[in-house]
């Protein structure tokens, strides 16, 4: 009769705990999602939140402000890379130049490639400040994501929810969110769907930093820091 009881205790608050995630997630549904009334629900599915630092609205933000600085450095990368291959573009039309003795050409070519050169220095002084910026908003998200462990051993609840309904085109969907739910499950912390690519790409860049932990970051940060300091001095 004990063990009955207990199992009838548990299964009564897994049942609550799951009737108070679903009444959370329509609420938000009800103001979010076209024709609400043609929603039905498929499957929901609660588990511990594994991940300190989406349980903190404050960390949310701070990733999203990385994955912008993240994005900023590859731009600059990229536009670098890109200039590099003007420049071998515009060295060998130099030396075809040369060869048909086009003097002007020549020199024409030349003053481009010392043009290249100039904005590929300015590009690389900003690539190191921006580098610079997006290594210490990860290591912000290192140190919190630890504070934020060792504060407690309970984060909140990652829920998937899964349902039907008819689109504003009038088409059938079958579609999956992602919540974020406090503790109590009393609010939604933050929620992404199945296609939210950006939100999708700032978790996956902000748990693989964590994963890569702050040891491994400093070296690469010190080295960086110590270059833009040199070329200040020259």
């Not at 933000?61 to 003007?86: C, P, T, V």
């Not at 002007?104 to 904005?119: C, H, P, R, Y």
């Not at 919190?144 to 088409?171: H, I, P």
Request: charged share 30%; glycine share 4%; aromatic share 10%.
């Amino acid at each position: 009769m004990l063990l009955l009881g207990l199992l009838f205790a548990q299964c009564d608050t897994s049942e609550r705990r799951q009737s108070k995630a679903e009444e959370l997630i329509e609420k938000r549904l009800f103001e979010t999602l076209d024709n609400f009334n043609s929603h039905e629900l498929i499957s929901v599915k609660l588990d511990t939140l594994r991940k300190a630092w989406l349980s903190s609205p404050e960390m949310i933000e701070l990733g999203d402000k990385y994955l912008l600085a993240q994005a900023n450095y590859q731009r600059l990368e990229s536009e670098i890379s890109a200039l590099e291959d003007r420049i071998k573009s515009s060295q060998k039309a130099a030396v075809r130049s040369l060869y048909s003795g086009n003097g002007g050409g020549f020199w024409s070519q030349a003053l481009t490639i010392q043009d290249i050169k100039e904005k590929i220095s300015a590009k690389q002084d900003e690539s190191k400040v921006a580098y610079i910026k997006m290594r210490t908003l990860g290591d912000s998200l290192i140190v919190n994501n630890q504070r934020l462990e060792k504060a407690t051993d309970f984060f909140g609840w990652y829920v998937t929810y899964k349902f039907r309904y008819t689109d504003s085109s009038g088409q059938p969907r079958i579609y999956t969110e992602y919540h974020i739910l406090n503790p109590k499950l009393s609010e939604i912390i933050y929620s992404w769907g199945e296609d939210d690519y950006p939100k999708i790409r700032m978790i996956n860049s902000v748990n693989e930093t964590i994963e890569i932990g702050l040891q491994d970051w400093e070296l690469e940060l010190e080295m960086a820091e110590d270059e833009l300091q040199e070329e200040s001095d020259e």
